[in-house]
């Protein structure tokens, strides 16, 4: 007794692997039974007392617009949880008798009640939807930019914009301003100043203008920076280097800003700032057209590297293999990597199948079947989701609306793929073919060969193109200029949490005041995604031919694509072994090993 009692005590695994056999509800009896503390414990510390808190904190703003949540059953700290049961309840309908079984499993084996647990497994889709309209709500107040224009480009007897002309009208001149994916001109002078015009309603505190260029910091205070109020409304900020930029490079404009306007609710006391702005450009020399021009790295310490899917094969890979990689982030909240898990389920008919995830929950947003069909999806910001659909549908009179999302939650459409499938292609087609909660980028591979992505959102606007507002695409599709959506190569995908082919993923419209807006104009997801994803590209162009699993254990590794904050965990799929390896229990992810587990024990 004594001998044990100075043995040094350890603790439990953060990340495990659980195997679980029969029929649906036996599996999430399992499930609940082997991981019951983990649950109550992640419930607790991810819902209770983090997620639940923030959007509390977001009440205000919302209610704002939506009265229905000053009502008394949201107040005492019962927003949160009131806003995920109803949509919780409202998922639920969409969600098939296999999965209601196996939730009440998960509950009945863990001693929770099934509420708790179907929230648990509507969250992740439910809370990116609410946070987006909150975070339009917030960005609605923030500066915008209006204009902007490189100055001297309409007389620098270049090709500024790739059109074939030189020096038109109005060149080097972008008004009103859109956000682009690559370069917004290309041949500059490289003395050449950045003229650019914000706007907002409460006027643009010029004191909190900071510009970046590549990775430098300057302020109002800058001599280089140049400030004049315009009107109430509109400020202009001019940059004019001192010294020359590189020549035949690209460069990389952040320009970020707060409004006069100073909030008191929730406090503390605040400005609404916009996001960072990134402009890119390239100077004289470069030799490339706007289309081409490459997103660099930038090592400016604001920018967190999002969520990353890839998806190689043939000629790409050492040996033609089929590999699938994810490094998903999203929110750790110092809780999640202590909750990780591998479920293997073995189910009384159909494959085999692994996802990785957390305890609880019964899916995961990467995972690989027996039959060699993986999926691996991201988050993209999106306001054509089924929570602004539900906004809509009560615009007429807004004291009724709420916020409810409906359709079936990523993970469970992954599940699906997963069960059903037996090719790349049909997993992207029962993808197409579901109600979304939200929007996702998703690549869904086989151990065929087979690769293709999809981009979806909610369609709330029942578009019927290209199909029902699903964006499906594979690695030999190109764009209009010849380009593929995602990847130098027919044998690669690479996304992120932004759109590359459902740019325009929304109409812009204005309910109550409220401005609604595609992607591009609002998610901070839109240029980091695009720089990861530049990255990663250029890393499979170097080891062309010889990329294997220790390469994308590598690549996924690197700092530059990992957030140091809220990584939860990284996956390599080979499809044909039916071996998933991964990397969780910790922040972020992949400061722990890599280990390999198999579908087929």
């Known amino acids: ?307 990353i899917a890839i998806g190689v094969r043939g000629s790409v890979t050492a040996g033609a293999r089929a590999l699938l990689a994810h490094h998903f982030s999203l929110l750790d909240a110092n809780t999640a990597h202590k909750h990780t898990v591998v479920l293997r389920h073995i189910p009384e008919s159909g494959p085999a199948f692994l996802t990785v995830g957390w305890a609880g ?27 602004v659909g539900s906004v809509l549908e009560n615009a007429l009179d807004l004291s009724k609306a709420k916020l409810v999302a409906r359709g079936v939650p990523i993970g469970f459409l992954g599940r699906r793929v997963l069960e059903t499938a037996t090719s790349a292609a049909e997993g992207r087609d029962l993808m197409i073919n579901a109600e979304k909660v939200y929007g996702w980028t998703c690549v869904i591979s086989d151990k065929n060969g087979g690769l293709e992505a999809v981009e979806m959102d909610s369609n709330i606007f029942n578009d019927t193109s290209p199909q029902n507002g699903n964006f499906p695409f594979n690695s030999t599709d190109v764009d209009s200029f010849g380009r593929r959506w995602a990847g130098l190569t027919n044998d690669e995908l690479v996304l992120g949490s932004n759109y590359v082919k459902n740019v325009p993923d929304i109409t812009t419209l204005t309910v109550a005041g409220q401005r609604i807006i595609p992607q591009r104009q609002w998610s901070g997801f839109f240029y980091r995604s695009r720089r990861a994803a530049d990255g990663v590209k250029a890393r499979l162009a170097e080891a062309r031919g010889a990329v294997d699993v220790p390469f994308l254990q590598t690549l996924i590794a690197d700092p530059q694509f990992v957030d140091q904050s809220d990584s939860m965990n990284a996956v390599v799929i080979d499809l044909a072994e039916g071996s998933l390896s991964s990397a969780m229990g910790t922040v972020p992810a992949t400061a722990s090993p890599f280990e390999t587990t198999l579908v087929r024990p």
């Open 1 to 307: 007794m004594l001998s044990l009692g100075c043995q040094p005590l350890q603790k439990p695994p953060t990340r495990e692997v659980i195997e679980l056999r029969g029929n649906a509800y036996d599996r999430g009896f399992q499930h609940g039974t082997q991981l019951k503390s983990k649950i109550h414990s992640f419930y607790t510390t991810l819902l209770s007392n983090s997620l639940f808190p923030y959007f509390s904190r977001e009440q205000p703003d919302i209610a704002s617009f939506l009265p229905e949540y000053s009502a008394e059953k949201y107040q005492n700290g019962q927003f949160a949880y009131q806003l995920m049961l109803e949509s919780a309840k409202q998922i639920e309908r969409s969600l098939g008798r296999d999965v209601r079984d196996e939730l009440r499993g998960i509950a009945d084996g863990s001693g929770m009640t099934y509420d708790e647990i179907l929230v648990l497994n509507t969250f992740f889709d439910t809370s990116l939807a609410v946070r987006g309209v909150a975070l339009a709500i917030r960005l609605s107040r923030a500066p915008l930019i209006k204009s902007v224009e490189f100055v001297g480009a309409a007389t620098d007897g270049a090709d500024n914009d790739g059109d074939g002309m030189v020096d038109e009208a109005g060149e080097g001149t972008f008004d009103p301003y859109l956000p682009e994916l690559f370069g917004l001109a290309v041949e500059l002078s490289p003395n050449a100043g950045v003229r650019v015009v914000l706007t907002e309603v409460d006027g643009v505190n010029g004191d909190s203008v900071r510009l970046f260029v590549d990775n430098q910091l300057y302020t109002s205070a800058s001599p280089e920076v140049r400030i004049t109020e315009l009107s109430a409304t509109d400020l202009e900020v001019v940059f004019t280097p001192s010294t020359p930029l590189p020549m035949a490079s690209t460069t990389t404009f952040v320009i970020s800003a707060g409004d006069k306007k100073i909030l008191e609710n929730p406090p503390p006391s605040r400005a609404s700032f916009m996001r960072d702005e990134e402009i890119a450009f390239t100077t004289r020399g470069a030799g490339i057209a706007p289309r081409d021009v490459l997103r660099v790295k930038l090592t400016d310490g604001r920018t967190r590297p999002p969520p």
């Open 361 to 387: 929950v019964a899916f995961g947003l990467s995972g690989v079947s027996e039959r060699g069909v993986g999926y691996a999806c991201n988050p993209a910001d999106t306001l054509d989701n089924s929570v």
